[in-house]
């Protein structure tokens, strides 16, 4: 039996180790390591006999070997570890078929909506730019924001709130009329049955957030005086740069990042470089956008315009904002992140060969389709990188690790369905008096628990909670947090990699709040008391709620 275990893990590491290797074959670091590997023969000291040995020593020795080594951590980090060899490719994509059923849908309503949009305004999704109107842009590229186009017949395809109500909608056909306890006495707006952490796995899992352990932006440590750590921390993260290696940077910003060596940590940890062919990537992506004007074009504008533009904080990166998102809808390397996303990119069909597959185009070019606050994903980024093609292959990399899953249905535990079931699971066994207290203000009071349709029933008009908190974690807090503590918060993202960090952060707001919340009797109200979040520190409520208080 251990041999048959044995030679099924082998036969799992050995499809992983295959997967990796056709991928890389495909990189510029593949190209790179075998044009060094060439160089290397001219080096006096790379002998015939020992050739293998002394290139490999060669390249270890001028730290292609930790590029390597960077790159393997990263594709391990990304990509999900491979299923069965003869199970289906949606299998990877979302293993649940109801999920993949509701994502389906969803993405349907969202082409609905475009195309509505499309032949109301008689806008074509893509058009090519005339001459004057491609020199009009390349000029006014780095100022896009002083543009003013007229963008009041367009509307944001859908918001959050519209993408909560799909979420609260979800069943699982095997548990319908289910009589299991376990279901049945989660009273929430999200009714699927997923496994998502309680707070002794968070400890585990988050242990590194300890009360004992040292954390940036933590003033009332009783162990070591905070500029002691701060200058100890800065210390080992600059160690951490010279050594360049991935796993030990995820792993150091889990204590958080200095303000000074946060760009090149976090790019360090998403295996971005500064090398020339990312700058010349990006500016083959401005010319696809100098050439070609799509409808998605003026969405991006509008959201920036209604959010960005807005806020305090990002307002003055908003021609950056622009570049990036306009350079990101023309990106079709993004397009490979849909192998393990459960949605699918949308198609398009040349006018007159509607479906008809040789004539299918993805629209837009990368398959997402923006919608109202995403530029808000960008937005906190422009405070670490100013250099543009930078900033966007940072963004592009969180979006494909990470960002993805705020707007996708999927079981997985970083998935928004996830994220929501897990708030109001923390919610309805941490704070049970708050939790059952907001459930009645948003619906008629319950007289008990009878039958689980009475209670499907009842709980879309209830009020959880995560009516109020669905819109920070969609967005990751962005717009919401103030951005230094914005920042904090997604350096635990990329330590952990992970997302569960939005929904307990979430229901530690709501414990902090939970005393002037329960004097509330309206949604209106209990909106108004976490109207602003922009005072909040986050490590000490992450601390309190997961370490400080009894479970």
Request: glycine share 4%.
């Amino acid at each position: 039996m251990i041999e048959g275990i044995m030679l099924g893990q082998d036969g799992g590491l050995s499809l992983t180790i295959a997967q990796i290797v056709q991928r890389l074959k495909g990189s510029g670091l593949h190209s790179q390591l075998e044009r060094q590997a060439q160089l290397s023969l001219h080096n006096p000291e790379i002998k015939l006999e020992s050739l293998k040995e002394d290139i490999k020593e060669f390249l270890k020795t001028s730290g292609w070997e930790k590029k390597l080594q960077n790159a393997v951590y990263s594709e391990l980090i990304v990509f999900p570890f491979p299923c069965h060899p003869s199970a289906p490719p949606e299998h990877i994509k979302e293993s649940l078929a109801y999920m993949r059923k509701a994502q389906g849908s969803w993405e349907k309503r969202i082409l609905k909506s475009l195309n509505s949009m499309c032949t109301e305004l008689g806008i074509p999704l893509s058009q090519k730019r005339s001459v004057n109107e491609q020199k009009e842009l390349l000029n006014k590229w780095n100022e896009m924001g002083t543009d003013e186009p007229d963008l009041s017949l367009f509307r944001p395809v859908y918001a959050p709130k519209d993408f909560l109500e799909v979420l609260m909608n979800l069943r699982n056909p095997n548990y319908e009329n289910s009589e299991q306890p376990s279901f049945r006495n989660h009273l929430g707006l999200i009714q699927v049955p997923l496994k998502v952490k309680d707070i002794p796995e968070l400890k585990e899992y988050f242990n590194e957030l300890d009360l004992n352990t040292g954390q940036l932006d933590i003033d009332d440590s009783a162990h070591v005086p905070p500029e002691l750590f701060e200058n100890e921390h800065i210390r080992i993260g600059q160690k951490v740069l010279i050594e360049q290696d991935s796993a030990a940077a995820q792993q150091y910003v889990r204590q958080g990042c200095p303000n000074s060596l946060r760009a090149e940590l976090w790019a360090l940890i998403l295996n971005v470089s500064s090398q020339p062919e990312g700058i010349l990537y990006y500016e083959q992506l401005k010319s696809n956008v100098i050439q070609h004007d799509l409808l998605v074009d003026s969405l991006i504008y509008k959201d920036v315009k209604l959010t960005a533009s807005n806020d305090d904080y990002y307002f003055v990166f908003e021609d950056y904002l622009y570049q990036v998102l306009l350079c990101f809808s023309r990106d079709t390397s993004v397009l490979e992140h849909f192998a393990y996303n459960s949605a699918t990119p949308p198609k398009s069909y040349i006018r007159g060969k509607l479906g008809m597959e040789e004539y299918a185009v993805f629209y837009p070019p990368n398959g997402v389709i923006p919608f109202h606050g995403f530029s808000m994903y960008v937005a906190p980024l422009c405070f670490l990188y100013n250099e543009p093609s930078k900033l966007y292959q940072i963004f592009r990399e969180i979006y494909v690790r990470y960002f993805f899953r705020l707007h996708s249905i999927s079981s997985h535990p970083s998935g928004i369905v996830s994220l929501c079931l897990l708030f109001e699971t923390l919610l309805q066994t941490h704070l049970p008096q708050l939790f059952y207290h907001l459930r009645e203000i948003g619906a008629q009071p319950m007289v008990g628990i009878h039958f689980w349709a009475e209670q499907q029933q009842d709980c879309h008009n209830s009020n959880t909670g995560l009516r109020i908190s669905f819109k920070w974690m969609v967005r990751a807090f962005s717009g919401y947090l103030a951005t230094d503590q914005l920042l904090l918060l997604w350096d635990r993202v990329l330590g952990y990699n992970s997302l569960e960090i939005l929904a307990v952060l979430a229901a530690a707001v709501f414990a902090f709040r939970a005393v002037n919340l329960m004097e509330v009797t309206s949604l209106a109200a209990a909106e108004a008391v976490l109207a602003d979040l922009s005072t909040l520190k986050v490590m000490p409520l992450l601390q309190i709620f997961l370490f400080a208080t009894g479970s």
